[in-house]
């Protein structure tokens, strides 16, 4: 029951889906990062069914590209890009990593968060219309959600914590040792990235082992180490990432 638990906190946390309340027992969330990936196996459907939905109504490229950003989104509720931006917010101050945490934590949102933000989700949609909306390409796209969140819940496991204290450092907590399994996660995504995609699925699966690096070396020298925004922050530059070499290898291979 600790693993269906673990589940629905995992849901309940990181997407909007209706889900039956249940107690916040360190039992009860030992599990929940471990399981983080679960949350975009569904991410991932939404999309596929998104894409066949465009093919079946013949929607315009405008119209299917805008609905692969907003459906996360609207699926999660848009917490990753919050961290995200407080992320953008908190690095743009090149402050001591005291206040730089303390500038996560701060509600406001800056001006640095909101060009972040415009940035990202322009470049988001632009290489979205150049997916494909069939074939065994699209499933590629579905696997990206599971992939970001898989190095994301690694992270989160794995990194040094910021501080010893918020949401993630108790679910930390009551993960205890579990982070090696979080390893599966990344290992059955690149698989499955390079069976559905061959070298283009390989380059999306190390565009996400470099983005992971990056961020613990950014998270330690910046912030002292990782919190849920920076681990936002990796899930959505993961994704950006992923999306980006996908488009490019495929253009590249067809010259």
Same mark, same amino acid.
């Not at 730089?100 to 800056?110: A, F, M, Q, V």
């Given at each position: 029951?600790?693993?269906?638990?673990?589940?629905?906190?995992?849901?309940?946390?990181?997407?909007?889906?209706?889900?039956?309340?249940?107690?916040?027992?360190?039992?009860?969330?030992?599990?929940?990062?471990?399981?983080?990936?679960?949350?975009?196996?569904?991410?991932?459907?939404?999309?596929?069914?998104?894409?066949?939905?465009?093919?079946?109504?013949?929607?315009?490229?405008?119209?299917?590209?805008?609905?692969?950003?907003?459906?996360?989104?609207?699926?999660?509720?848009?917490?990753?890009?919050?961290?995200?931006?407080?992320?953008?917010?908190?690095?743009?101050?090149?402050?001591?990593?005291?206040?730089?945490?303390?500038?996560?934590?701060?509600?406001?949102? #800056?001006?640095? $968060?909101?060009?972040? =933000?415009?940035?990202?989700? %322009? @470049?988001?949609? /632009?290489?979205?219309?150049?997916?494909? !909306?069939?074939?065994?390409?699209?499933?590629?796209?579905?696997?990206?959600?599971?992939?970001?969140?898989?190095?994301?819940?690694?992270?989160?496991?794995?990194?040094?914590?910021?501080?010893?204290?918020?949401?993630?450092?108790?679910?930390?907590?009551?993960?205890?040792?579990?982070?090696?399994?979080?390893?599966?996660?990344?290992?059955?995504?690149?698989?499955?990235?390079?069976?559905?995609?061959?070298?283009?699925?390989?380059?999306?699966?190390?565009?996400?082992?470099?983005?992971?690096?990056?961020?613990?070396?950014?998270?330690?020298?910046?912030?002292?180490?990782?919190? #849920?925004?920076? $681990?936002?922050?990796? =899930?959505?530059?993961?994704? %950006? @990432?992923?999306? /980006?070499?996908?488009?490019?290898?495929? !253009?590249?291979?067809?010259?």
């Amino acid at each position: 029951m600790n693993v269906i638990h673990s589940v629905i906190m995992a849901f309940s946390m990181y997407s909007k889906l209706p889900m039956p309340r249940i107690k916040w027992l360190p039992d009860n969330m030992r599990s929940t990062l471990l399981l983080f990936p679960i949350v975009g196996i569904v991410l991932g459907l939404l999309l596929r069914l998104w894409a066949w939905l465009s093919v079946e109504l013949s929607l315009n490229t405008i119209i299917f590209a805008a609905g692969i950003f907003l459906i996360p989104v609207a699926y999660t509720g848009g917490i990753h890009l919050d961290g995200f931006c407080d992320t953008l917010d908190a690095l743009a101050s090149h402050a001591p990593p005291e206040r730089s945490r303390e500038i996560l934590k701060d509600s406001h949102t #800056g001006a640095f $968060a909101l060009i972040g =933000l415009c940035s990202y989700a %322009l @470049a988001f949609f /632009a290489l979205a219309t150049a997916l494909p !909306r069939d074939g065994e390409k699209i499933w590629l796209v579905c696997l990206i959600p599971v992939m970001s969140r898989s190095v994301s819940a690694f992270a989160s496991l794995s990194f040094p914590s910021a501080s010893e204290s918020g949401l993630l450092y108790t679910f930390k907590s009551a993960a205890g040792r579990a982070s090696p399994a979080a390893i599966i996660w990344f290992i059955l995504c690149t698989a499955g990235l390079c069976v559905l995609g061959g070298w283009t699925g390989a380059a999306m699966a190390f565009c996400a082992l470099l983005c992971a690096v990056y961020v613990f070396f950014l998270s330690r020298r910046r912030f002292g180490g990782i919190s #849920g925004d920076i $681990a936002g922050y990796l =899930l959505q530059c993961t994704e %950006l @990432a992923m999306l /980006a070499a996908m488009i490019l290898i495929e !253009r590249v291979s067809s010259l």
